[in-house]
Nanobody, 121 residues
Framework: QVQLGESGGGLVQAGGSLRLSCAAS????????MGWYRQAPGKKRDLVAT???????NYVDSVKGRFTISRDNAKNTVYLQMNSLTPEDTAVYYC???????????????WGQGTQVTVSS
């Protein structure tokens, strides 16, 4: 089995910063793209940022210049550094990873349980 464990959410004032972490554990052979998504109340889950196994990154326009995604391949962990937060960033943040399990020749999408980020004005 494979699990994604998230941490780092919380309550912060507008203009503040938070750092989210997501570690993958279990019978992992390799991890391809990792990413962060968010879902605000009453809205669908949207992409925030992704990072490939080689380190190429992609961001939604609304977070460019404020958020930074990174990963530590040795620790199977992806991070999201969020700066200059605004109330519009309030959402549940989910990590995602494309994982090839040991002995399973296929790529499977895995999701974390979600972590709440609340930005007060």
């Amino acid at each position: 089995q494979v699990q994604l464990g998230e941490s780092g959410g919380g309550l912060v004032q507008a203009g503040g910063s938070l750092r989210l972490s997501c570690a993958a554990s279990g019978s992992i052979f390799s991890i391809r793209t990792m990413g962060w998504y968010r879902q605000a109340p009453g809205k669908k889950r949207d992409l925030v940022a992704t990072i490939s196994s080689g380190g190429s990154t992609n961001y939604v326009d609304s977070v460019k210049g404020r958020f930074t995604i990174s990963r530590d391949n040795a620790k199977n962990t992806v991070y999201l550094q969020m700066n200059s937060l605004t109330p519009e960033d309030t959402a549940v943040y989910y990590c995602n990873a494309e994982i090839i399990r040991l002995g399973v020749p296929a790529v499977t999408d895995y999701w974390g349980q979600g972590t709440q980020v609340t930005v007060s004005s």
